[in-house]
T-cell receptor, first 115, second 112 residues
């Protein structure tokens, strides 16, 4: 199995630009999670999808952030417009079961730098 | 709100010793607790899961305990090796069951 795939691995952009991060979960997994990791705040959940439906988006910081999961094998996280404080590593994770109770498989992350 | 603390940012030990990492939580009783390992530049990797009705779980050189009275989990690595050097994250299931709340991690360094 290829594991969770994320692209791009690194993204450098200027403030105000739109950024789109992509994720392909492990085939057959029902749950998908987007996280953000910074030194100050650690690893924080942004949004959780179950069977392609957003279940918990309480961690999405503001309207500039949006996430979609059009099918079971693809999800995007979009930031528009981006700001320097959005600089972080963004991880996508998937899980075989519904909910967050069980093992999550993380992708390698996307390091985002907003200048 | 749910709060989780890993009370050591860094832990340095010698090869062969047992490393013990601590995770404390407040304000609620999670049904599940997980431990992950994270290496620099990589995503977290799942290690162990323990349920509230389990006192202890083992996997090879790893042992996790879960004390719901003390609201604490301990993570032990016995016979530690330099390859065990990494950041270890504790994660609790939130009350809704929809999210893991992660601690900030403890960075373990094992010297030979």
């Amino acid at each position: 199995d290829a594991g969770v795939i994320q692209s791009p691995r690194h993204e450098v952009t200027e403030m105000g630009q739109e950024v789109t991060l992509r994720c392909k979960p492990i085939s057959g997994h029902n749950s998908l999670f987007w996280y953000r990791q910074t030194m100050m705040r650690g690893l924080e959940l942004l949004i959780y999808f179950n069977n392609n439906v957003p279940i918990d988006d309480s961690g999405m910081p503001e309207d500039r952030f949006s996430a979609k999961m059009p099918n079971a094998s693809f999800s995007t996280l979009k930031i528009q417009p981006s700001e320097p404080r959005d600089s972080a590593v963004y991880f996508c994770a998937s899980s075989r079961t519904s909910g967050a109770a069980y093992e999550q498989f993380f992708g390698p992350g996307t390091r985002l730098t907003v200048l | 709100s749910q709060k989780i603390e890993q009370n050591s940012e860094a832990l340095n030990i010698q090869e062969g010793k047992t490393a013990t990492l601590t995770c404390n939580y407040t304000n609620y009783s999670p049904a599940y607790l997980q431990w992950y390992r994270q290496d620099p530049g990589r995503g977290p990797v799942f290690l162990l899961l323990i349920r509230e009705n389990e006192k202890e779980k083992r996997k090879e050189r790893l042992k996790v305990t879960f004390d719901t009275t003390l609201k604490q989990s301990l993570f032990h690595i016995t016979a530690s090796q330099p390859a065990d050097s990494a950041t270890y994250l504790c994660a609790l299931l939130n009350q809704a069951g929809t999210a893991l709340i992660f601690g900030k991690g403890t960075t373990l360094s094992v010297s030979s």
